[in-house]
């Protein structure tokens, strides 16, 4: 389940860690550095663009913590304003939790990608396939809630960056 924020995002935290370009899927070619903050209710906002430095990534928190702890959400050429929440926090904020069926998130998986072909079994082909891990890696990231995460990488994304992509299962109930 993801949402989108407008505005500012609080964040409570704000890092960096630097990221093997070799752990990576698919594997890149260089090193580099993930900048990603939180908010209180747990939710990450990742800077999307390619910070090659531990310099360069220690400017930009340093940046962020002098306006303190706030970000621009709509800037979405420099933060990935999609933010996901998991069903325990958006239980705990009182917000109303509404699962996606898998069509509708094989056509939000489908929206990341610049180009994408659609298998004759359609929309439920794409999720069947994204669940089995025909798309990449996608690691089921909380038993309780059902939550799955598959990272789209950034030359296949229509923006060129790449993507954590989070969903829930269609018949997990919160």
Known sequence: ????????????????????????????QKDFYQIDGEDASGATALYLPDVTTQAEANKIVTEIEAAGLVIDAIAAEFWDVRISYGTLAWIEQGMETTLMSDEEIAKEF????????????????????????????TELIDEDTGEFEIEIPGNQTASGNPVLFNFFEPRTTA
């Open 1 to 28: 389940m993801s949402n989108t924020l407008e505005g500012t995002i609080q964040l409570v935290k704000i890092g960096f860690t630097k990221v093997k370009g070799s752990d990576c899927y698919p594997p890149e």
């Open 110 to 137: 489908v929206g990341f990608h610049k180009l994408f072909d659609i298998p004759a079994a359609g929309y439920s082909g794409i999720y069947s396939n994204l669940v089995g891990g025909l798309y990449g890696n």
